[in-house]
């Protein structure tokens, strides 16, 4: 799941293209950016590619060939029938690529694949068309329609199902944003 500030941030851009400013805070929010505290002070986070980068340590990444991300806020917007999570989604698809060529993730790091509603669409599409009478949008997001807590299990529940037919032998884990694999 995608934090609200680079969210915010990545509107903000949508909403003033032609901002220089409003592109740069969009792109730092990808690797390291500012936020004000409840106290008022400016303290420095780590963007998601930094934590993506920092998470998967070498005896994590011994193990790892392929990481998919899913961004749930473009399928949550599009069976809404909104537009903004589809290019939210757009966006950091395209970030995470170019930090790939400008060499963020270390040579040995595993692949990375950016999964969203365009990767989706096909098997939502055979879901809805095998059931008509299905509510998908209460069905992927439940009955508030925001999605929570089960939301990535659904990703790779879906995941799972669009690689079945290319790697068999592979072991698939899960590990949410907040897991910290070899915490103590």
């Known amino acids: 799941m995608i934090e609200q500030e680079v969210l ?8 003033n293209p032609n901002v220089q400013q409003a592109e740069e805070r969009m792109k730092d929010s990808f690797y390291k950016y500012e936020v004000t505290n409840r106290d008022g ?6 963007g998601h590619i930094t934590r993506i980068v920092k998470k998967y340590d070498q005896d994590v990444k011994a193990h790892i060939k392929l990481i ?14 909104l537009l903004l ?10 970030e995470f690529g170019a ?22 669409r096909a098997i939502l599409l055979r879901v809805e068309a095998n059931n008509p009478e299905l509510k998908l949008r209460e069905f992927l997001l439940g009955a508030d329609g925001k999605g ?10 879906f995941i799972q ?5 290319y ?8 590990l949410d944003d907040d897991v910290k694999p070899n915490a103590e």
Not at 41 to 46: C, G, S
Not at 161 to 165: F, H, K, M, S, T
Not at 167 to 174: D, K, S, T, Y
């Open 99 to 120: 930090a790939e060529k400008k060499g963020i993730f270390p040579s040995d790091f595993p692949e990375i694949k950016v999964v969203g509603i365009e990767e989706m």
């Open 68 to 81: 998919y991300l899913f961004i749930k806020e473009g399928m949550r917007d599009a069976v809404q029938g």
């Open 41 to 46: 002070q400016n303290e420095k986070k780590d």
């Open 161 to 165: 199902l669009a690689r079945r037919n």
């Open 8 to 15: 915010k941030r990545i509107s903000d851009y949508l909403a």
């Open 85 to 94: 999570g589809a290019e939210q989604e757009r966006i950091v698809k395209a």
């Open 148 to 157: 929570g807590y089960d939301t990535p299990k659904i990703a790779a529940a």
């Open 167 to 174: 790697e068999r032998l592979e072991m698939f884990i899960r």
